[in-house]
């Protein structure tokens, strides 16, 4: 049970490159987000689905996009990264929404941004 | 949803119960309040959540008072792989899981 599988798990980017942070879960959660911790800030959530097909904007959205086209994929892309996006990504799903209680998190993914 | 406080850092003996205090005073009745921790450099783990009364898993214990303004969390015999983040926090059950994460309180378990 592989649970909630997120890649890379470092990468290094420059300014105003593009990538794509990658998320799968294979519980088929209903729920999935992304959040981003930087030091001494805690967690604070980007984006968020409830299910394929629907997205919602958390507290820090400016700068990523995401789609949820299945249950099990929910990548978060960064269109032109900026050195202010330097930070740990966190992806993390639950079963479904009002039972989402139980968030399971990824490893992470470390990404600088130089 | 209702914001949390917790002290910023405390310690324990290995051993010894591990006793997490988090104060919501502002917390509405239909809220939980729940527990993460984080152990370095790793995603977010779920410890426990409840409503009003106390509740009890294989992990720990979450003790609320009657008039649900704090709670605490309790490890009942800590041990070195209990050094980490713990994460206090309140919401309401059946909105859309956003959580949210404040600063925490670090726990230290020492030998």
């Known amino acids: 049970n592989a649970g909630v599988t997120q890649t890379p798990k470092f990468q290094v980017l420059k300014t105003g490159q593009s990538m794509t942070l990658q998320c799968a879960q294979d519980?088929?959660?209903?729920?999935m987000s992304w959040y981003r911790q930087d030091p001494g800030m805690g967690l604070r959530l980007i984006h968020y689905s409830v299910g394929a097909g629907i997205t919602d904007q958390g507290e820090v959205p400016n700068g990523y996009n995401v789609s949820r086209s299945t249950t099990e994929d929910f990548p978060l892309r960064l269109l032109s990264a900026a050195p202010s996006q330097t930070s740990v990504y966190f992806c993390a799903s639950s079963y479904r929404q009002g039972q989402g209680e139980k968030l399971f998190f990824g490893s992470g993914t470390q990404l600088s941004v130089l | 949803d209702a914001k949390t406080t917790q002290p910023p850092s405390m310690d324990c003996a290995e051993g010894r119960a591990a006793n997490l205090p988090c104060n919501h005073s502002?917390?509405?009745?239909?809220?939980?309040v729940y527990w993460y921790r984080q152990i370095h450099s790793q995603g977010p783990q779920y410890i426990i959540h409840?409503?009003?009364n106390n509740e009890t898993n294989e992990m720990a214990s979450l003790i609320i008072t009657e008039d649900r303004k704090s709670s605490t969390l309790i490890l009942p015999h800590a041990t070195l792989r209990d050094t980490a983040v713990y994460y206090c926090?309140?919401?309401?059950?059946?909105?859309?899981?956003?959580?949210?994460f404040g600063k925490g309180i670090t726990l230290s378990v020492r030998p």
């Open positions: 926090i309140v919401r309401v059950y059946g909105a859309n899981s956003k959580l949210t």
């Open positions: 519980m088929n959660h209903e729920y």
């Open positions: 409840g409503l009003k």
């Open positions: 502002t917390i509405s009745g239909n809220e939980y």
